[in-house]
Every structure is written in C-alpha cells, then in structure tokens.
C-alpha cells in the first residue's frame, strides 16, 4: 500500500495550491481518503475527507469553504485543493486510507498513511 502526498510549496498569504495523494496497492474504490497537517509543535489534526465515491465530503471548520476536496477515480489520486491560505495553514500535510464509512465527523481508524509534503504560507 502506497499513499504519496505531493503538492507542497511556499507559497505567499492569499495564495493557493493544489495537493494530490497518488494512491497504489488497494482498492481505491473501497476506502475513504483523508487530509491531515501538522505544524511545528503541534497535534495532527484532521483536515479534508472525502468517501469512496466522491459524493460525500467532511472539512474541519477552519478550511471550510477555503479547501476542497475531490478524487479521480480513474488515477486512483484524491487531490486538496487550497484557496486563500494563511500562514495558519503551514504544516506537513498528510493523506491516509481507511475502509470505514464517511460520517458526520472526522474519519476514524486510518490504515496507512503517506509520507507528508510540506506546505508554507509567507505573510
């Protein structure tokens, strides 16, 4: 199972960029993708996630109508898109698998997870 996260940059305040979680050694179909960042000193959190069929999306409330989420399917890859960043916004940025249903809230159990891409917002 591979799951490589890409995408990161620097990027000034304002700015966008646009990550891809290329995924390999699963049923793609089969599982929900999530985003998750981490900045220097602190927790993981949860970020984006989106179910198996693209239908059903979840976002912490900071990115909420700055980020979107979205898969294709056909190049097994769930991408981030990232609007109007801030320098809140700097973390490693990570994406991970995991077979349970898209709720209400954050996914749970993730299974594997990739190596992260870092992301820097300048002000």
């Known amino acids: 199972v591979q799951l490589q996260a890409s995408g990161g940059g620097l990027v000034q305040a304002g700015g966008s960029l646009r990550l891809s979680c290329a995924a390999s050694?699963?049923?793609?179909?089969?599982?929900?993708i999530g985003w998750f960042r981490q900045a220097p000193g602190k927790e993981r959190e949860f970020v984006a996630a989106i179910n198996w069929s693209g239908a059903s999306t979840q976002y912490t409330d900071s990115v909420k109508g700055r980020f979107t989420i979205f898969r294709d399917r056909a190049k097994n890859t769930v991408y981030l898109q990232m609007n109007s960043l801030s320098p809140e916004d700097t973390a490693v940025y990570y994406c991970a698998n995991t077979p349970s249903i898209l709720g209400l809230g954050p996914p749970a159990g993730m299974d594997y997870w990739g190596k992260g891409t870092q992301v820097t917002v300048s002000s």
């Open positions: 050694g699963f049923t793609f179909a089969d599982y929900t």
